[in-house]
């Protein structure tokens, strides 16, 4: 069974076309569980007009915070509530706004035969659906080094599926934690197996909403709170 955990909010312009490039692919008892950060555009009406059971609605609460990332932390929290609703043997994670490929489900579950988890390369993708780059990634970002993935933060949440045996380790987040995906792909290198697929698997689109500006490849952070950033991963991933 597999299980695809996304986190929503205000992702009504792109949504349908996000979700028919996924319900395809899943077989009748697999899910798609969608945590809602209380979205006030058509976002729920759409995933309501679906009218298909193998989509999960979620309302999250979402607990105002005063933080220079708390759009990220918002969506780390949403994502975690998707994920701890997730009841599939592999899980997916997934943005409200991209473009699946019609193989990734089917690529993807194959190398999760051999590995705990797996990341795909990707399209850029404008806001008119159209292709600007192909394969973001002209080698795999990942490193076998944990100090060199802690000064990268090489993992993609969009682009990553695992191993629900390694939801124990991965969850809960710290308090906090901004981007959940590189906490997710650090884990799993700590407790299994990672491996990077180098074939496109879908498209990322950028657009003026976008709440991550990763594939940016630009931080408007500040160089210390990168630092500071790193340093509380670092911590906590000790810790676990």
Not at 42 to 60: A, P, Q, S, Y
Request: glycine letters at 4%; one cysteine or more.
């Amino acid at each position: 069974m597999i299980s695809v955990c996304m986190a929503t909010y205000n992702g009504g312009k792109y949504l349908k076309k996000q979700l028919d490039s996924i319900l395809f692919q899943l077989n009748d008892d697999d899910e798609i569980i969608i945590s809602d950060d209380g979205s006030i555009d058509n976002t729920v009406e759409i995933i309501n007009g679906f009218n298909d059971k193998r989509i999960k609605l979620l309302r999250h609460q979402k607990n105002k915070i005063n933080h220079q990332n708390a759009a990220h932390i918002y969506t780390t929290k949403n994502f975690e509530n998707a994920l701890n609703h997730a009841n599939g043997d592999l899980i997916f994670l997934c943005d409200q706004d991209d473009r699946w490929h019609p193989d990734r489900v089917k690529i993807m579950t194959n190398y999760l035969r051999e590995y705990d988890c797996v990341m795909c390369n990707f399209n850029l993708m404008d806001e008119k659906d159209k292709i600007y780059q192909n394969q973001y990634f002209p080698n795999s970002p990942i490193s076998k080094s944990l100090f060199v993935n802690l000064i990268r933060m090489p993992f993609y949440g969009s682009a990553m599926a695992f191993r629900k045996q390694l939801l124990s380790r991965i969850l809960p987040f710290p308090n906090d934690l901004p981007v959940h995906d590189n906490w997710i792909g650090l884990i799993s290198q700590k407790y299994g197996k990672t491996y990077f697929i180098t074939k496109s698997l879908h498209d990322y689109r950028r657009h003026n909403n976008s709440v991550s500006n990763a594939a940016s490849g630009i931080s408007s952070n500040s160089l210390s709170y990168r630092l500071k950033y790193r340093l509380a991963i670092l911590i906590s991933y000790l810790k676990r």
